[in-house]
Every structure is written in structure tokens, then in C-alpha cells.
């Protein structure tokens, strides 16, 4: 019998069943095509204004910087201050995404190149699928538009969310991937809670373990 | 490293462990911290009970019907273009990882923390294939550095000073200048993560563990603060995920609800700072991500935990709360218990995995003051499991004679609840540890951990009483 069959026909004796139990096939398959949502916070079934006051109070709970701005046209001058705060170069990476392209990056000094990183870039922005204001959580998803590595080689990374696009929860989020990505799943999708930090020495709390130092997020109605 | 488990010598190693004086001192920082953080979240979020119950639920229901949902989460990961290599054992497992690893003639891996990995010994298996591994999470790193294990499942160097970091990195960081400044935690993780981003970048080979695996997408998650399993997925081109079969879970919902409690019970924060979910390969318009993706689902004795008096046990999401809550395992620390996995869920797990007679010891390791699940976040009834495997302990005669009478002792003052209270400090040497330590643990904080948490310090009532007293007429 191979490993699969084994490990599998172990489960079953264990279990005292033979895995050809309709009662039990059923449940897992209509478990798996509804996808129940269980227990849902309160506190992130509020409106509009008060999901994104909340996830502007949970991300900065969280050690990350937030700004809210009323248009995207604001973006590039508020990520060239706030490199020009964090005594960062004026230099900046983003993917192919079609509205941080459509920015006026030109009015700002910044030295903009696009595409993936390989590790020698200090600064990256990346808009965000979604974020989830419950636990101040940013939700990215992998592709050109927004590579992964911008989430995690830099040391300032900026991203920015629609406030449309600011959940109350994670579940939220999940139904949304699945009117644009059907029954599968992008790559890798990238839940951010903060920037990258560590506790590992005498629990200490230390930002800017392996990922980011700085996460700044933007948030604009 | 391959771990030989002592953990049937815990008497000596707690012995020594109460008398490192490092030891003790690094745990200073623990006792409180992680109990003080807990609180604060599970506080602050008023659905956090009924979250528990919810996070208990998904896995019973999950564990109830694994092998659908294995077949499920198979098919999924292949859709994906993803391939999953089932592991009966550890033994299996090394070797599957070494194929790969092989085949695409790796000379590095980085690795992301996983404590599966260390339950089958893979660094040592690596190393015996000409492969090096790294490990990039900041503390295991550190005990990579020194040789040694985890002593803890989410703080894997717990129990080192600041001050015992700075001498490993200065005595192994040698191109560095040897008079640069370490003194602070900032410096050494400065230090840390500018070398192992250079490893990042070099390396061939990806291996994180997962704390999830969701049957409705053929998703891998890990979850990190770090963000070191995400540099160890994306860049190389080969990314392999260890995992066990505990860890299906049904759908992404199901995910929401066990992660609302994780980093709650973990580290008290509402959300570790990465959460990830990795589907298949990278797809062909991806820019970035790793080229194969490999599953490797390890058994190794879990099956057989099912349809037991330990399938619950199987629950566990690794949050580590029931050993930072464990007045035991804060006075020895986690390397005391021999093998990988300390504190209550490792004096459960420990013999359900390498077998009660290599184990036999670690049940004993509790007070059975109910701490432990008390705060677990599943509802893991971890004392009544130790008490279970204390049972076949001493049926099986594997218990030296001080166990059985410290067992016998305890018996007779649980028939009398009064005596018990009054007696407690005496009850609890006689059948925790003192039996083989001679009075050792007396300096342990064991009656106030119990009566904190406790109305009643009895046993679990009538029940286990009335079982003792069947037993012994059984036994006369
Ligand atoms: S047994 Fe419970 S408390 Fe302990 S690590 Fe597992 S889930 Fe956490």
C-alpha cells in the first residue's frame, strides 16, 4: 500500500469508518461549498466612517503609521514625506498597478521603478485588495499588479487601501476573493497586520525583524 | 538536530533545570508578560469566549471526518499545481524532503520555524546530505547557533539571556569587528537579520511548516511576526510545506475564526503581523514567488490518536498559552520535558508520539492546578489526558515504586477533600515530582498556581474518585 493509502486507511480504522459513508461525504462537501461563517466580532459591523477609524486605531495599535486622504491624486505627496520623515531615500518601487500608475509621481522627487524586487530596494508602495478593520490587518494579493517581494525586502513599505475596500472582518475579504478569483485563490495572499518585528530576545519587542521597519498605511476615501 | 528523547529522565533534567541559574534568570521575563498579555486581549474582544468554543468545534468536526477532508485538500493543491507526498513517518518524511531537495541539487535551504521539522529530526538528515539548512526564525536561529532545541513551541530561545545571544554572535559572527556594540536586543537582531538576509537571497530551497492547511482551496498558511517564512517561501524556487495532518481545517471562514483566537493566546496581540496563504506555485504571470510547490503531510502516530481518549489532543493550534500558564514548566523550562514539545501539550503529546515507556514521566510533570485549560484556546482537556496517561502508566507498572505510592498517597487524600485542601503542599509533592526528587520542587510556587485558579482543589469530583476506588479493589 502506498504512504497515501496507509495514512489514509489508518484515519479510517481509528475512526471505525470506511470513508464511503454518504452521510459523512455529504457533510464535508456542503461544509466546504457554503463555507459557514462562525462567530463574527461586533466591533467591526459599524459604518463606513467608523470602520475606517477603526482600522486607522487598530493598524497604529499595531505599531504601523496610518493617513487618511480624501483622493488618490494626494498619494505620491504624502509617500514622498513620509520617506522624507523616515530619513529614507527618494527612491521607490511598485508593481504594474493600474491606479498607483495613474498617479502624478512626476510632481514628487521620487525616482519611481516598477516591477519585482530582488533585495537591494529601501522603499516599495503596494495597494492593498483589501484591509479588515477589526485588527487593523491589510489584505494583498500576489501578481504583477502587486508583487509579494515589495511586502517584504523593503524597509519602508507604504500601501494603500480604498477606504470602499476597508472591511469590518476577515470574512468579508474572503467573499470578495471569491467573486474575483471564483473557488480558487491567488498565489499568495498576504494578511499585514504592522511592521515585521520580533520578541525572540528576552521578549523584548524589536521592529524590524526580517520584513519591514516601517509599514505607513494610507487609507483613502 | 535529531532529537534522542529523555524525556524518561525528567527528574534529573527538572533537578537541573532549577539550578541554571541563566535559566531562571531568562524566565524572569516570562512569567508574567505572556499571562498579563493573554488576558488583556482575551479581555478586550467580548466574543472571545464564544470563540473559543467555535475554534473547538471547527477541529472536532474537522478531525471527525480528516480523511475526507485530506482527500479534499489533495485535490485542491493539485488543481493548483501543486503535488502532496503523504509521510507515514519521520522517517518518510527526511526522506521525501531530501528527494527534493536533491533532485534540484540544492546546496542551502532556508527554513521558516516549524516544529514538525524538528519532531522529525530534518537538519540532521540535511546535513547528512550535504544540504545546509538555516533556520531564519530570530530564535530559532539562535538555538541553531548554539546546537540546542525549542524550549518553547512559539519562543523558541526563551531560555537564554540577552547576554548569552551576545557571546553565541560573537563567537560565530567572525567577520565582524569584535568590539561593535551588542549590548540591546535592537543590536542583536541588526546583526541577525542583515546576515540572514544574505542567506535569504542564496538560498535554493524554501521549507516552512504551516499552522493551517484549508481542505477548501489547498492552502498552506503560516502565521509569523517576523515575516522570515514569507522570505523563505518567495524567493527560492522551490517552496516545501511540512506539515501534519492535524492541521486540516475545512474552509478560509474556518481560518478566520481559529486565527480571531491564536495570537490572542499566543503573544496576547489580536493578529500576528503576518498571515499567510500560499496556493500552488507561482502562476504564469506572477512575477515573484516560488516555482514548485510541495506538500509534505506527515502521520507519524497521529492517526492512531484518533477514536481515542486522546483525539482531542489533536485540536492543538500551537499557541504555546498552556505552558506559559504551566506553574511546572515556568519553574523548569521547556528542555526539562526531553523532547520537543513542553509544557501540557507536550506531557500529552510527548507519549501519544515516541510511546509511553520513553515518556513515562512527562504526565507527572502537572500540578493539576486546571491553568492549562483554562486558557487553551480549543478547549484541550489537557489535565484529564495527563491523568488518563498517569492511568496507563501505572497499569502498564512502568512507574517506579515512588510513583505508586506518591499515587496512592494522592489517592487517599482525594477521597477526603478536607485533608486534601489542608494537605495540598504535601499532596502536590507526592504526586507531582518529589516521589524521585526528594523534596526538590518545594521551592516551586505550585499550592498558590493551584488555589488562584481553583475553588476546589480536589480532582475532578465524584468521577475520578469513584474510579480510584474501583481500582483499588481491583488491585487488592
Ligand atoms: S494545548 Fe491548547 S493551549 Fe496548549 S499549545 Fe495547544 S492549543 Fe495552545
Redesign the pocket.
Known amino acids: 500500500m502506498s504512504a497515501r493509502d496507509e495514512v489514509l486507511a489508518s484515519i479510517r480504522r481509528s475512526l471505525g469508518v470506511s470513508g464511503r459513508e454518504a452521510t459523512r461525504r455529504l457533510s464535508v462537501e456542503t461544509r466546504l461549498a457554503t463555507a459557514p461563517r462562525g462567530v463574527i466580532p461586533q466591533r467591526g459591523q459599524v459604518d463606513r466612517e467608523a470602520r475606517i477609524a477603526l482600522m486607522a486605531d487598530r493598524a497604529k495599535a499595531a505599531h504601523a503609521t496610518v493617513t487618511v486622504l480624501d483622493a488618490m491624486e494626494a498619494v505620491p505627496s504624502e509617500v514622498a514625506r513620509f520617506l522624507r520623515d523616515a530619513n529614507a531615500p527618494a527612491t521607490l518601487r511598485m508593481g504594474d498597478d493600474p491606479q498607483l500608475a495613474a498617479l502624478p509621481w512626476a510632481d514628487t522627487a521620487l525616482t519611481v521603478e516598477t516591477g519585482r524586487s530582488h533585495g537591494a530596494d529601501l522603499n516599495a508602495v503596494s495597494r492593498a485588495f483589501g484591509a479588515v478593520a477589526e485588527s487593523g490587518t491589510l489584505a494583498l494579493v500576489s501578481g504583477t499588479d502587486n508583487p509579494t517581494t515589495l511586502n517584504f525586502l523593503p524597509d519602508n513599505h507604504v500601501v494603500v487601501v480604498r477606504a470602499d475596500d476597508v472591511a469590518g472582518d476577515y470574512e468579508t475579504v474572503f467573499s470578495r476573493l471569491r467573486d474575483s478569483h471564483g473557488t480558487g485563490m491567488p498565489r499568495t495572499l498576504n494578511f499585514i497586520t504592522g511592521p515585521s518585528r520580533s520578541g525572540d530576545i528576552e521578549q523584548t519587542l524589536v521592529l524590524g525583524a526580517h520584513g519591514p521597519r516601517r509599514l505607513h498605511v494610507v487609507i483613502v476615501r | 538536530m535529531t532529537i534522542h528523547p529523555t524525556s524518561a529522565q525528567f527528574p534529573a533534567n527538572a533537578h537541573k533545570a532549577l539550578h541554571d541559574p541563566q535559566l531562571q534568570k531568562a524566565f524572569n521575563h516570562v512569567r508574567s508578560a505572556f499571562i498579563d498579555k493573554r488576558a488583556k486581549a482575551a479581555a478586550a474582544l467580548p466574543e472571545f469566549e464564544a470563540l473559543r468554543d467555535s475554534a473547538r468545534d471547527i477541529k472536532a468536526h474537522t478531525l471527525k471526518h480528516l480523511d475526507v477532508y485530506i482527500e479534499a485538500y489533495e485535490a485542491k493543491v493539485r488543481e493548483a499545481g501543486g503535488t502532496v507526498h503523504f509521510a507515514r513517518d519521520a522517517a518518510e518524511a527526511r526522506a521525501a524532503i531530501v528527494e527534493i531537495c536533491r533532485a534540484r541539487g540544492a546546496r542551502t535551504v532556508t527554513k521558516g520555524k516549524s516544529m514538525v521539522s524538528e519532531e522529525i529530526g530534518l537538519n540532521d538528515a540535511l546535513h547528512a546530505a550535504g544540504i545546509e539548512p538555516v533556520e531564519t526564525d530570530l530564535g530559532e536561529y539562535i538555538i541553531q547557533l548554539r546546537g540546542e532545541v525549542p524550549s518553547h ?1 512559539i519562543a523558541p530561545a526563551v531560555h537564554l539571556t540577552k547576554e548569552q545571544v551576545e557571546a553565541d554572535f560573537r563567537r560565530l559572527h567572525l567577520h565582524l569587528h569584535p568590539d561593535r556594540d551588542l549590548s540591546d536586543a535592537q543590536l542583536l537582531l541588526t546583526e541577525a537579520r542583515a546576515i540572514l538576509r544574505e542567506r535569504f537571497l542564496a538560498a535554493d530551497i524554501g521549507i516552512t511548516g504551516a499552522n493551517f492547511l484549508i481542505a477548501e482551496t489547498g492552502t498552506s498558511v503560516i502565521v509569523t511576526n517576523e515575516g522570515n517564512g514569507d522570505l523563505t517561501q518567495i524567493l527560492p524556487k522551490v517552496h516545501i510545506v511540512l506539515a501534519a495532518i492535524d492541521k486540516l481545517v475545512p474552509t478560509r471562514n474556518d481560518v478566520a475564526q481559529l486565527l480571531r483566537v491564536l495570537a490572542r ?1 499566543a503573544t496576547g496581540q489580536e493578529m500576528s503581523v503576518y498571515t499567510t496563504f500560499s496556493t500552488g506555485p507561482r502562476r504564469a504571470e506572477d512575477p515573484d514567488g516560488p516555482e514548485e510547490y510541495h506538500v509534505i503531510l506527515l502521520d507519524n502516530g497521529r492517526s492512531t490518536m484518533l477514536g481515542t481518549e486522546f483525539e482531542d489532543m489533536l485540536r ?8 506559559n500558564h504551566c506553574p511546572v514548566y515556568q519553574a523548569v523550562g521547556g528542555h526539562a520535558y526531553g523532547w520537543i514539545y513542553p ?3 507536550g506531557a500529552v503529546l510527548t507519549p501519544s508520539l515516541i510511546g509511553i515507556d520513553k515518556a513515562g514521566h512527562l504526565p507527572n510533570a502537572s500540578t493539576f492546578c486546571g491553568r ?1 485549560e483554562a ?4 478547549r ?1 482537556p ?1 489535565p484529564r489526558m495527563m491523568r488518563n496517561w498517569r492511568e496507563k502508566e501505572f497499569e502498564r507498572h512502568l512507574s517506579p515504586a515512588p510513583v505508586r505510592n506518591g499515587l496512592k498517597l494522592w489517592a487517599f487524600f482525594a477521597e477526603r477533600p478536607a485533608l486534601y485542601r489542608a494537605a495540598t503542599g504535601l499532596a502536590m509533592r507526592a504526586m507531582a515530582l518529589a516521589g524521585r526528587t526528594k523534596g526538590r520542587f518545594t521551592s516551586l510556587p505550585l499550592a498558590g498556581g493551584w488555589t488562584a485558579w481553583r475553588d476546589m482543589p480536589a480532582p475532578q469530583g465524584a468521577t475520578f474518585q469513584a474510579q480510584w476506588k474501583a481500582r483499588r479493589r481491583g488491585h487488592r
Open positions: 513551541i493566546s492543538c493550534i500551537r499557541c504555546g498559552a498552556c505552558m509544557g501540557p501539550m492549562c486558557v487553551c484556546p480549543v484541550i489537557l
